[in-house]
């Protein structure tokens, strides 16, 4: 892949052209230039660490330094219309047709348009929030940026690194599901699509062509024009809406009132239970934040694009579980294909291939947006030289950034080729919640700490009250995962929850007012969005916790002997420059 990079250690600082990568792509900092060097910066891991551990970063550098170290800008070519479309595009995929079934009947009944409701509710606290921090931070790195600034580099770094992890097993799990619907309409078995190697393991021996050709496609897309991916995502997410139209239309037409005669068999914890696994059916909307470099006015097209498109998603997710739970009584919806075998169940079959179609078109849309969110998000990783530096090129004549697009499409394929949709989906949910959680608190401390203006007692206080939130949140969620139906917990959690946001409010000076656009009613949406992201936590599986710290400690590994010493080395020769110009200034 074409790289121009400036070589470390190059005193003229000369810049290189060429097609192959070489060490210098990968690893031009000083620390790595010899096994000396390496050596040198291993001994010295600890002073590193103190340095970088709580360093944050400020806006203007995150704004214009940074975007420097791609060699080219992005091109701002989306407007609020764009955003709007993005944003559905990135979320209404399969979660509707697959969660809504294993929700309705095991948890909440009829009560499942409820639970969509609530978990809407949820998602929009998140949007809101990551709705400030792009409109006052529009660059490519997203929260990784976001909680760079007001969290430090470790933080931000561990974020980011499971984030991406949860892009790439979402990426593939989705081109995967992508044949399987594309198999129903030519009612096959979706294996019949694949490639059986009998001496591979069950989960791996389904080697699927097509989910690597649809990847590649989509790869293609993205890297020639992010306005070109734009009208796309438009007419496949147009084309989505009036399927899922048809279905609304066609399944009220076979609607039964009866059918909400028992609404909430399972009460309130069956309800809460289902909004907790449909919560997944909003996410992707943090990976078009990402976007926000490439608008042309992020204080306008912004908000109405995030939060326009997701009062839009809530609507529409409610209209179609109400239909489905007015088709069929609750308990004889099908957990795996509640929609196509609740039109079966009423005599239209052939309604089967238009939801396989709308399937189809909601896949489309994901993949592209989960893959734009992905390379921005590295690309600016790779501008801290967290990640390799190759990686933050932004291409000169198409304005996007080609290199990081063509490394997640390759790990997104590798993944998909091999592994069955079962593996992948168990992999998928933790660190997404988490990730929402860090960016509300994020927020908080935007709003009340500002360096050197903030007082030492007005930060204590701070710390002490976020340390209360989070706690009290904590707190209410495993009570609840542990099955208890008294109050008294509740009636512990939940005050503190509230007397620590109140004091926060009360008694803690605003620091900071955003310019342009600003969440309503700081600290109180902060706060519950950082309380619900804890509760739908408490809901995931013990497995899923394993895996994320596997994968966590393998970030670590990496951190300590590559990513620590690449960004320390960025960051201390981006203060000798900033030193030199203001030293010419001053002459």
Not at 224 to 253: D, E, P, Q, W, Y
Request: hydrophobic share 50%.
């Amino acid at each position: 892949m074409a790289t121009e990079t400036d070589v470390g250690g190059n005193e003229n600082g000369l810049k290189k052209r060429g097609c192959g990568c070489t060490k210098q792509d990968f690893l031009p900092e000083q620390s790595f230039q010899s096994w000396t060097s390496y050596i040198n910066a291993l001994s010295n891991t600890k002073s590193r660490l103190k340095d970088r551990l709580l360093t944050r970063s400020i806006d203007h550098v995150e704004l214009n330094e940074m975007r420097t170290r791609s060699q080219h800008e992005m091109k701002k070519t989306l407007n609020w219309w764009d955003m709007i479309w993005f944003g559905m595009g990135a979320v209404m995929g399969a979660g509707i047709f697959v969660l809504t079934g294993e929700a309705a009947r095991n948890y909440s009944g009829p009560a499942v348009v409820v639970s969509y409701l609530i978990s809407g509710v949820t998602a929009l606290l998140s949007v809101l929030c990551y709705t400030e921090f792009a409109v006052e931070l529009p660059v490519a790195g997203g929260s990784f940026t976001y909680l760079r600034v007001e969290l430090g580099d470790f933080v931000a770094y561990m974020a980011a690194g499971n984030i991406l992890f949860e892009y790439v097993v979402a990426g593939a799990s989705v081109a995967r599901s992508w044949t399987s619907y594309l198999a129903t309409l030519f009612n096959h078995d979706p294996n019949s699509f694949r490639f059986h190697v009998s001496s591979f393991s069950e989960d791996y021996c389904h080697l699927d062509a097509i989910a690597v050709g649809v990847s590649i496609l989509v790869c293609i897309a993205a890297c020639m024009s992010t306005k070109g991916s734009s009208r796309f995502n438009s007419i496949a997410t147009i084309v989505h809406l009036i399927v899922l139209l048809f279905i609304l239309i066609a399944g009220l037409t076979k609607a039964n009132p009866n059918n909400f005669s028992n609404f909430a068999p399972n009460g309130i914890r069956g309800v809460l239970k289902a909004s907790s696994i449909l919560f997944f059916a909003y996410v992707g909307f943090d990976g078009v934040a990402t976007l926000g470099e490439e608008v042309k006015n992020p204080g306008r097209d912004i908000p109405i694009g995030l939060i326009g498109s997701m009062v839009v998603i809530i609507m529409v997710y409610c209209l179609l579980a109400a239909t489905l739970a007015l088709m069929q009584p609750y308990n004889q919806i099908d957990v795996n294909a509640p929609f196509t075998l609740a039109f079966q169940a009423v005599g239209i079959k052939w309604a089967n291939y238009i939801v396989a179609l709308g399937a189809l078109k909601g896949m489309t849309t994901v993949l592209l947006a989960n893959l734009l969110g992905q390379a921005r998000y590295f690309t600016h990783i790779g501008r801290t030289h967290m990640a390799p530096p190759f990686l933050a090129t932004v291409n000169q004549r198409t304005g996007t950034p080609v290199n990081a697009t063509i490394v997640m499409t390759v790990l997104n394929s590798i993944l998909g080729f091999f592994t069955s949709v079962g593996v992948l989906a168990n992999l998928l949910s933790l660190a997404t919640l988490l990730i929402f959680s860090f960016v509300s608190l994020a927020l908080l401390v935007r709003r009340y700490y500002v360096r050197g203006e903030t007082t030492s007692s007005d930060r204590n206080k701070l710390i002490g009250f976020l340390v209360l939130i989070i706690g009290s949140s904590i707190a209410t969620a495993a009570y609840w995962s542990l099955g208890n139906n008294g109050w008294i917990g509740y009636a512990v959690t939940v005050p503190i929850w509230f007397l620590a946001t109140l004091g926060l409010k009360v008694v803690v000076k605003e620091a900071k007012k955003p310019k342009l656009w600003g969440v309503p009613l700081v600290p109180w949406l902060p706060s519950l969005s950082i309380a619900i992201n804890a509760f739908i936590m408490a809901s995931i599986d013990r497995a899923s916790y394993v895996r994320f710290g596997m994968w966590t400690l393998l970030l670590l590994v990496y951190y300590f002997f590559i990513a620590l010493h690449a960004s320390y080395d960025a960051a201390k020769e981006n203060e000798r420059s900033a030193t030199a110009a203001s030293n010419e200034v001053e002459v």
